[in-house]
């Protein structure tokens, strides 16, 4: 087993903050890289299926942006504009709750792939962040799930 140094995981974060512009941070305790949900981004996970017609989705309309796998929990995560809870109507909420997806709250916290996670397939790039730091508004890809969800996809 490759045991990663401290060194390693501060190198991938200053990557994701450098080249990526994502405002990363490793968190000493749990030594993963942390990004933080609010004004600036928002992450919407959701099983995999469904994230595969999202992202196609996304990408026929061009705004397609990051977008990362959790292969064990056939669950992946878009990376969005800003959470905005009050925008999005009881319907969709509903719908999101039908089709196991969630909106990351204000405040919170994401783990981003780190090199080992890359390495044991634990949490990998689907899409990359690119060095434009684009991501989709958080509404398209709520809209995107619904939509999904009225095809039966």
């Known amino acids: 087993m490759t045991t990663f140094t401290e060194s390693t995981l501060e190198r991938h974060c200053r990557r994701y903050r450098e080249k990526d512009l994502l405002p990363a941070v490793v968190d000493p305790l749990s030594r993963r890289i942390m990004l933080h949900i609010g004004a600036a981004y928002g992450a919407v ?81 689907v899409a990359g962040p690119d060095a434009l730091g684009t991501r989709p508004p958080q509404q398209a890809v709520i809209d995107a799930v619904c939509e999904a969800g009225r095809r039966g996809r």
């Open 45 to 125: 996970t959701m099983p995999t299926e469904l994230g595969e017609s999202v992202l196609q989705r996304l990408r026929v309309a061009g705004i397609a942006g990051p977008v990362f796998a959790h292969p064990r929990a056939l669950r992946w995560t878009f990376l969005t504009g800003p959470t905005r809870h009050d925008e999005f109507p009881a319907t969709a909420a509903a719908e999101l709750f039908r089709r196991y997806t969630t909106v990351a709250g204000t405040g919170s916290q994401i783990v981003l792939p780190s090199a080992e996670d890359e390495l044991s397939g634990y949490r990998l790039w």
